[in-house]
């Protein structure tokens, strides 16, 4: 687990260190030459070239890739987009879509491949069992093993370890509605495995499925002030839903908080910006969350937790240009989440 010192110097029915964690066994998780017990030692990935995704990959491989492996007995598929090919160790973001969508969906409603790739990081848009994922801890009718997703994401993140020169130290997690809960639990329960994680119109699970972080670690959670789909102020008595039960799910404000207090942070300080409020807690050891020093900037957000409160905005991501489903609620033009999010990740220089 980071220390906060490390911390600082380093659609559409409800849509939604590791260097250390790679010695540990992922019990029924194998892809490629690491094949155990379930495993499949042919995980594979297929770019528009039609060239490997595996270690054995060309040195200019294709920027996109539809790849698979198995874990837990199960074949699980995800969409990689890399930069341009260097030899140098690359930033890794996992992006979680909403229930009821895909990998696909939420590349073009976040447009997050641009924006990363521009920036020379890796980012993976896993697909969810059922076009959704295990939030929560808790085990349902559709759902019956609570920790699946969490082990394919640990499976995930150790093959582009090591088939795409990804970086352990810089992991980092984000999400939309459904996948931006999977982000925070990510992030909750494994905070050794992440860098940072970001939730986008996602709060933390409460009640029988509750998750409750567990260590330091940067995380901002950006949520709609008129989400109409899963309110600003959580949600501890969702209605019944015929397909898969609704979690209930802390406030927005809670939700950071619970990160807050896992890091040791003091009292947050809010800020008014155009078109939406900031709260800032200060992890334990970093900078002033207030600090607006430019020396100090950076180390300031790496060592944070932050709530942004989007006004006039639905269940949505800020600044998308894809109109969401009927009943969402308006998109924000205040904000651009896809920056913003990418910005607060890699704030650390690391």
């Known amino acids: ?52 995704g595996t270690a054995t990959a060309t040195a200019a491989p294709a920027p996109e890739v539809r790849g698979q492996l198995r874990a837990d007995d199960r074949t699980r598929r995800y969409l990689l987009h890399r930069p341009a090919a260097t030899d140098d160790p690359k930033p890794l973001l996992i992006a979680f879509h909403g229930r009821g969508a895909d990998a696909a969906e939420l590349r073009e409603k976040s447009r997050l491949e641009r924006a990363a790739t521009a920036r020379g990081m890796l980012v993976a848009f896993p697909e969810g069992l ?49 996948g931006g809960s999977m982000a925070l639990r990510m992030a909750a329960e494994r905070p050794d495995l992440l860098a940072g994680a970001v939730s986008v119109s996602g709060q933390l699970p409460a009640g029988d499925a509750a998750v409750k ?16 789909v899963r309110p600003l102020a959580g949600w501890p008595s969702p209605p019944p839903d015929p397909e ?10 809670d939700t950071a908080a619970a990160f807050a207090a896992a890091g040791g942070a003091g ?73 913003t999010l990418l910005d607060f990740l890699t704030g650390s220089g690391r």
């Not at 898969?244 to 404000?253: D, G, K, Q, T, V």
Request: aromatic letters at 4%; charged letters at 20%; proline letters at 10%.
């Open 1 to 52: 687990m980071r220390s906060s010192r490390d911390l600082a110097s380093r659609a559409r029915r409800w849509p939604a260190a590791l260097a250390l964690a790679l010695l540990l066994p992922l019990t029924g998780c194998a892809t490629g030459a690491d094949s155990g017990p379930g495993g499949d030692p042919s995980a594979t990935g297929t770019g528009s070239a039609g060239g490997p």
């Open 267 to 339: 009292e947050p300080v809010v800020r008014e910006e155009t078109g939406y409020d900031r709260t800032v807690w200060r992890l334990k050891g970093g900078a002033p969350a207030d600090s607006t020093a430019a020396a100090t900037e950076a180390a300031a957000a790496a060592a944070t937790v932050q709530l942004l409160v989007v006004h006039d905005a639905g269940h949505t991501w800020p600044g998308s240009t894809v109109a969401p489903p009927d009943g969402f609620g308006p998109v924000s033009k205040a904000l651009d989440a896809t920056g």
């Open 213 to 228: 972080p567990t260590g330091p670690l940067p995380v901002m959670v950006v949520y709609g002030a008129d989400d109409p």
């Open 130 to 178: 059922d076009h959704g994922w295990g939030a929560g801890t808790l085990a349902t009718k559709q759902r019956p093993d609570p920790g699946l997703d969490v082990r394919f994401t640990e499976a995930l993140i150790k093959h582009l370890v090591r088939t795409e020169h990804a970086d352990p130290e810089r992991v980092y997690a984000t999400g939309f509605s459904n």
């Open 244 to 253: 898969e039960p609704i979690l209930p799910s802390l406030s927005a404000r």
